[in-house]
């Protein structure tokens, strides 16, 4: 595969969060054009399961597209953390329980046309109650139900957040089947 020879790269913009860049690049057929990346780190996102079988969602207001979502918890990975250990701080924060058991169910590139963001997928269980503060955690509401009710969310679009999507049907792809 043909890939993409980067001639420059001009910081644009660098936040709290997320860096802007555009590269100046020089395609495998020799056109030259230009490439707006946002760099981003990557991050955990955790499909939780209590011990009646229910998911933990999170509702939260989005800035960027102005309204609450429901999503799976997620959260950044800090430099030099393991993404398990991140899995536990990110649910310790956001809705107050420490996972005794974690999977790993995979990853994704969040939007890779323009992003540079790593989405490490996992399952969360055998909760026990344990909440660390973070200033960032207050407008968070969790919302628990059934595995059915999660999926019907995501078929009928109440569930439109992408990380969450990916999450809830990869686990139900690798779900274990009662028989």
């Given at each position: 595969?043909?890939?993409?020879?980067?001639?420059?790269?001009?910081?644009?913009?660098?936040?709290?969060?997320?860096?802007?860049?555009?590269?100046?690049?020089?395609?495998?057929?020799?056109?030259?054009?230009?490439?707006e990346?946002?760099?981003?780190?990557?991050?955990?996102?955790?499909?939780?399961?209590?011990?009646?079988?229910?998911v933990?969602?999170?509702?939260?207001?989005?800035?960027?597209?102005?309204?609450?979502?429901?999503?799976?918890?997620a959260?950044?990975?800090?430099p030099?953390?393991?993404?398990?250990?991140?899995?536990?701080?990110?649910?310790r924060?956001?809705?107050?329980?420490?996972?005794?058991?974690?999977?790993?169910?995979?990853?994704?590139?969040?939007?890779?046309?323009?992003?540079?963001?790593?989405?490490?997928?996992?399952l969360?269980?055998?909760?026990?109650?344990?909440?660390?503060?973070?200033?960032?955690?207050?407008?968070?509401r969790?919302?628990?139900?059934?595995?059915?009710?999660?999926?019907a969310?995501v078929?009928?679009?109440?569930?439109?957040?992408?990380?969450?999507?990916?999450?809830?049907?990869?686990?139900?792809a690798?779900?274990?089947v009662?028989?």
């Amino acid at each position: 595969m043909d890939e993409e020879k980067v001639l420059a790269t001009e910081a644009i913009f660098e936040g709290r969060v997320v860096k802007v860049r555009v590269d100046n690049v020089e395609m495998p057929g020799g056109r030259q054009t230009t490439r707006e990346v946002v760099e981003h780190g990557e991050v955990v996102a955790v499909v939780v399961i209590d011990e009646q079988g229910q998911v933990l969602l999170e509702e939260q207001y989005r800035g960027a597209v102005g309204k609450k979502l429901l999503e799976i918890p997620a959260g950044g990975i800090e430099p030099g953390e393991d993404p398990e250990d991140a899995v536990c701080r990110e649910l310790r924060e956001e809705i107050g329980y420490l996972p005794q058991k974690i999977e790993k169910l995979g990853g994704f590139y969040a939007a890779p046309g323009y992003c540079t963001e790593y989405m490490h997928l996992y399952l969360a269980t055998d909760l026990t109650p344990s909440r660390l503060f973070a200033e960032d955690s207050e407008g968070i509401r969790v919302v628990k139900v059934s595995l059915e009710h999660a999926v019907a969310m995501v078929i009928s679009g109440e569930i439109h957040d992408g990380k969450s999507v990916a999450g809830l049907l990869l686990y139900l792809a690798k779900k274990p089947v009662k028989r």
